[in-house]
């Protein structure tokens, strides 16, 4: 058997494929056998997506501050399991009643 080679052009597609299946639990040996790539490219793939959205998701830290704070995040949850078929005017009246 040869070794298992890298991803190329035409199969980056599988990126999104190696990441959905770590995050659904399988380790890195299985998401190996299930795609046929060796263990180091799903490393590797999986490490560079990781820090990827690491680096996108600190860009959520600045700009416009959060306008509901968490006490007001429970409250409307709350409205909003009391009658699921609210509508978000019912909601907001229901807000403003409170």
Do not use: N, P
């Amino acid at each position: 058997m040869g070794k298992k080679g890298d991803l190329s052009d035409f199969e980056s597609f599988k990126h999104g494929m190696v990441v959905g299946a770590r995050w659904a639990g399988l380790s890195i040996t299985e998401t190996a056998e299930l795609l046929g790539f060796s263990r180091t490219t799903i490393s590797r793939v999986y490490r560079e997506r990781s820090e990827k959205e690491k680096i996108s998701s600190e860009w959520q830290l600045c700009g416009r501050k959060c306008l509901v704070d968490v006490r007001g995040q429970r409250r409307t949850d709350r409205l909003v399991q009391d009658d699921r078929k609210a509508t978000v005017t019912q909601i907001l009246l229901l807000l403003t009643l409170k």
